[in-house]
């Protein structure tokens, strides 16, 4: 299982405490020094089950100054997933991913459901 943090997240962190407190081994990924690849991406939006436009940081500075907010709506999965490939700022974290699933954000409740 890996977690695809930003070490200054504090969301990221309350999902790392939480997996801590619980003694679930994990892989912490930096997503800033490693980001997901358009692959990676890809195969996550996948398994997610989540629209590719759920996987934007909405509240991140670099969302914002580019202006996504009204451009997401008319862009493309492939558009999307170009995009979110070009900085990890960009991609919603955490990313929790196990060989079954993959989730996005943290929501005590939903993990605990999975794990």
């Known amino acids: 299982m890996t977690i695809i943090c930003y070490p200054r997240c504090s969301t990221c962190r309350k999902a790392e405490s ?3 407190e619980h003694g679930i081994a994990y892989t912490y990924r930096d997503i800033k020094e490693d980001r997901p690849s358009k692959e990676e991406l890809a195969s996550y939006i996948d398994r997610s089950g989540l629209e590719p ?3 934007f940081n909405t509240s991140g500075q670099l969302y ?3 202006g996504l907010k009204d ?3 008319e862009m493309s999965r ?3 997933i170009d995009l979110l490939a ?4 960009l991609v919603k974290r955490p990313i929790l991913v196990t ?3 993959v989730l996005v954000g943290f929501k005590e409740a939903e993990w605990e459901s999975l794990l």
Do not use: H, S
């Not at 070009?86 to 700022?89: A, L, N, S």
């Open 64 to 66: 914002r100054d580019l």
């Open 18 to 20: 939480y997996l801590k």
């Open 53 to 55: 436009r759920r996987f």
């Open 71 to 73: 451009r997401v709506k």
């Open 99 to 101: 060989e079954d699933a």
């Open 78 to 80: 492939e558009e999307i």
């Open 86 to 89: 070009t900085d990890g700022m």
